[in-house]
Each structure stands twice: as structure tokens, then as C-alpha cells.
């Protein structure tokens, strides 16, 4: 993974962005004083949030998970419904 600083990146962002599209690099990460301030990845390949469905398998849900959600309620809204 290549790093450049902010000045080359500026004056070759064209060559940078072409180099991700082509696949010649993952990532570049672009530095501000010597350190990491971003990173220039391909749109398909940034990181996604946690997705609906990541423990699917993982436990069982019990038949009576719903049997407690009135009294839930009443302590989220401070005794009040």
C-alpha cells in the first residue's frame, strides 16, 4: 500500500485514481505531515457497516423473546406508556 504525501497527491490525483481503477493498487493512503489523513480505495471495495443479519445461525431465539416487551417499554419511557 503506497503512500503519498498531501502535495503529490494533488498534483496527481488523475494517475492515483487510475491506478485504483486499473487495480494496479488497493489502496493509497495520503499523508499530511507525515501521517495517514485518508485513504483512496475503489467505490466497490470500502468497507461496509455491520448488515442486518450478521448472526444469522450464530444463537436461537427463543419462541417467548416478546413475552417482556411491555414492561421494556414502561422502563425506557420511565414508567410511563
Same mark, same amino acid.
Given at each position: 500500500?503506497?503512500?503519498?504525501? /498531501?502535495?503529490?497527491? &494533488?498534483?496527481?490525483?488523475?494517475? !492515483?485514481?487510475?491506478?485504483?481503477e ?8 495520503? =499523508?499530511?505531515?507525515?501521517? #495517514?489523513?485518508? %485513504?483512496?480505495? #475503489? !467505490? *466497490?471495495? /470500502? #468497507?461496509?457497516?455491520?448488515? +442486518?443479519g450478521? =448472526? &444469522?445461525? %450464530?444463537?436461537?431465539? #427463543? *419462541?417467548? +423473546? *416478546?413475552?417482556?416487551? *411491555? ?5 425506557? !419511557?420511565?414508567?410511563?406508556?
Open positions: 500500500m503506497p503512500h503519498v504525501n /498531501m502535495l503529490q497527491a &494533488k498534483s496527481s490525483l488523475s494517475r !492515483l485514481v487510475e491506478s485504483i486499473q487495480g494496479q493498487e488497493r489502496e493509497i493512503v495520503i =499523508a499530511r505531515n507525515g501521517r #495517514p489523513a485518508a %485513504k483512496l480505495v #475503489p !467505490l *466497490d471495495t /470500502m #468497507p461496509i457497516g455491520k448488515r +442486518i450478521v =448472526a &444469522k445461525g %450464530k444463537f436461537e431465539v #427463543p *419462541d417467548n +423473546i *416478546d413475552t417482556h416487551n *411491555d414492561e421494556v417499554v414502561r422502563m425506557f !419511557l420511565g414508567g410511563r406508556s
